[in-house]
């Protein structure tokens, strides 16, 4: 995500040329597609491949997240939602817990990068 300055994005065969400023994402539909990929031998040929390139304008701030950290919250969301689900049927709320602490709120800060071209 751009949080700071501009970029020239440039799409398809037709190369269509934009500028994009804050808050535009690019990649999120390479972390979403990571997420239904579960064989590791057919990974390569379901691979997400955009078909836009983007070349930075100015000095820009952006916030990536790598594709294992996304995953990461996307199981400790889902393992939060299932322990929610299960404390409102009756069923006691500390089953699964240690599932959770393995894969969500013990990653490290250090994963989501903030950097800039400054």
Known sequence: MIIQGKV???IGQE???????????????????????PN?????????IPDY????VTDIMYL????????????ATLIEREQEMSSVDGVLPGIG????????PGSKPDDIYLETTC
């Open 8 to 10: 020239e994005v440039t």
């Open 15 to 37: 190369e269509l040329t934009f500028e994009e400023g804050p808050f535009t994402c690019f990649g999120t539909k390479a972390l979403v597609s990571s997420l239904s990929i």
């Open 40 to 48: 590791f031998n057919i990974k390569g040929a379901l691979q997400y």
């Open 53 to 56: 390139t983007v070349r930075v």
């Open 64 to 75: 990536k997240i790598p594709k294992g950290l996304y995953k990461q919250a996307v199981r």
């Open 97 to 104: 817990q240690e599932q959770h602490a393995a894969n969500g």
